[in-house]
């Protein structure tokens, strides 16, 4: 599935795009999405059935879940300096993506721009913790990312703003995704992707580009997954004095104890600290 149009979808049927519509509910097909379908008339089907899904990238809270995309090889979680940085919803996007089990890159996008640089020095920790940071501008220089994409198939993930489908179209010159300045032009401003597309690249592979979101939702997750979708955490499990501690406020913990030593970074462990909290309240409802 390539994108979603409303109620419809938008399938590849490998000799050009169906429009399709799914039988029954509507929802539950995620962009990457491999699907079988009949044809109704020429050019329009109906999805009949989702293939089982190698990973699924989605948020999600209280009421329903927003899927992001389906079946992709890595995510590029896309971060700039303008508009303002967002930490949290970096991290969750990067928690979101070790439950899924999908290699998250960070990309530091507007590198052009002065800004970026106290930015990048903000974010040296996390290639520390493991993730490849990739410092682009979708106006001057992709090639960081250009090469790592090519052959793969990739999602850009992040804020709205943060430049993801300019990048899509400077790395798919034919995508002609909208871009900011076109809704600006249309007095939207924000927000100006809203439905999930996959784009072939020329290099081969391709790429999925998203919505931009101001909330990243993980009601989905459970106290396990939680724990092992920060490195800094799970490296530490087994250190700490009770072997079911949840580093909150357990005497000989491992993980605060690191904390104070400025081992681990502490807008890392509030985010870690709120998730927890909202997993334990919402248990007891
Ligand atoms: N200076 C600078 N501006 C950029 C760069 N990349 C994107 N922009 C600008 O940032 C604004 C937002 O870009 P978009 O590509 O629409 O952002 P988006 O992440 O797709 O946003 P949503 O679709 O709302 O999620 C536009 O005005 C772009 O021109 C860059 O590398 N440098
Ligand atoms: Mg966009
Ligand atoms: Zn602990």
Redesign the pocket.
């Known amino acids: 599935m390539v994108a979603a149009h409303g109620r419809q979808f938008l399938v590849d049927g490998g000799e050009g795009v169906i429009e399709c519509v799914t039988r029954g509910k509507k929802g539950g097909v995620a962009c990457g999405d491999r699907v079988t379908f009949a044809m109704t008339s020429a050019g329009h089907g109906v999805i009949e059935n989702i293939e089982p899904r190698r990973n699924l990238l989605y948020r999600s809270d209280e009421f329903r879940s927003k899927l992001i995309a389906a079946n992709v090889d890595q995510a590029g979680i ?1 971060v ?1 300096a ?1 508009p303002a940085f967002h930490e949290e919803l970096l991290i969750r996007c990067l928690v979101a993506c070790e439950v899924a089990g999908i290699p998250a890159l960070i990309v530091l ?5 002065p800004e970026t640089q106290a930015l990048e020095r903000r974010l040296a920790p996390y290639a520390e913790l493991g993730y490849t940071l990739l410092r ?5 220089d992709v090639a960081a990312l250009e090469e790592r994409l090519a052959g793969h198939v990739s999602v850009l993930a ?10 899509l179209n400077r790395l798919i010159p034919d995508a002609c ?5 076109i ?2 032009a249309l007095d939207a401003g ?4 809203t439905q999930a597309r996959m784009f072939h690249l020329p290099g081969g592979g391709a790429l999925i ?1 998203s ?2 979101m101001q909330e990243f939702g993980l009601k989905h997750l459970n106290q396990d997954e939680l724990m092992a979708a920060f490195p800094e955490i799970h490296s530490r499990r087994g250190l700490c004095r009770f072997y079911n501690c949840r580093h909150v406020k357990e005497p000989g913990c491992a993980v605060l104890e690191a904390a104070m030593d400025g081992g681990i970074l502490v807008n890392r462990l509030r985010v870690y600290h709120s998730l927890l909290a909202q997993m334990l309240t919402s248990r007891q409802l």
Do not use: I, Y
């Not at 995704?177 to 300045?181: D, F, I």
């Open positions: 896309v700039a303008v996008n507007k590198a052009d721009l682009v501008s979708a106006r001057e992040g804020a709205s703003g943060v430049g993801k489908s300019t990048l995704a909208a871009t900011a300045e809704s600006f924000k927000h100006t992707t580009d919505p931009g």
